[in-house]
Every structure is written in structure tokens, then in C-alpha cells.
């Protein structure tokens, strides 16, 4: 997509782009979706709520069901869930 746009802004200026160039416009865009991509690369950016080990799954389900369950009058307050 953003090559798509960086050839149509070209082709509306009349201007060439180069296929060398494309090349490497294109290779840092995918350069980029691949490091940022790992699953660790988010999580050090709280972008998620971290990475399981797949051992560990049911352990975490598990203490996420009880930790969910662990309000008996079902009072959550003023507060929606938020992150910290």
C-alpha cells in the first residue's frame, strides 16, 4: 500500500520512479514490519499483555479466570478496566 501511494503521488507529478529506488523503498518497509513485528519488539512496548510460553498457558488461563471471578458482590467501581 505505501508503495502503491509513493508510485501514485509519482505518476501524478509525471515523474519517473525509479525501479532501484522502488526497490528500496520497498525493502525498508518490510525491514521495518519485520523487526517491529516480533512479538517481543511489542510487549517491551506495552503494546500488549506480554508473551506466554506456550507451557505456561493454562497456568496464566487459569490464574486470569480466577483473578476475573474474584469479585463476589460484582462492584467494579467507577472505572472501566484501564491499563497501568
Given at each position: 500500500v505505501l508503495s502503491t501511494v509513493r508510485q501514485d503521488n509519482h ?34 512496548r506495552l503494546w500488549d499483555d506480554g508473551v506466554i510460553d506456550p ?30
Amino acid at each position: 500500500v505505501l508503495s502503491t501511494v509513493r508510485q501514485d503521488n509519482h505518476d501524478a507529478r509525471g515523474e519517473d520512479w525509479d525501479a532501484d529506488e522502488k526497490k528500496a523503498f520497498e525493502d525498508e518497509i518490510r525491514a521495518t514490519y519485520d523487526h517491529q513485528g516480533h512479538p517481543l519488539y511489542s510487549s517491551a512496548r506495552l503494546w500488549d499483555d506480554g508473551v506466554i510460553d506456550p507451557v505456561d498457558t493454562r497456568r496464566v488461563l487459569a490464574e486470569g479466570l480466577a483473578i476475573a471471578c474474584d469479585n463476589p458482590d460484582g462492584d467494579e467501581g467507577p472505572f472501566g478496566i484501564f491499563r497501568m
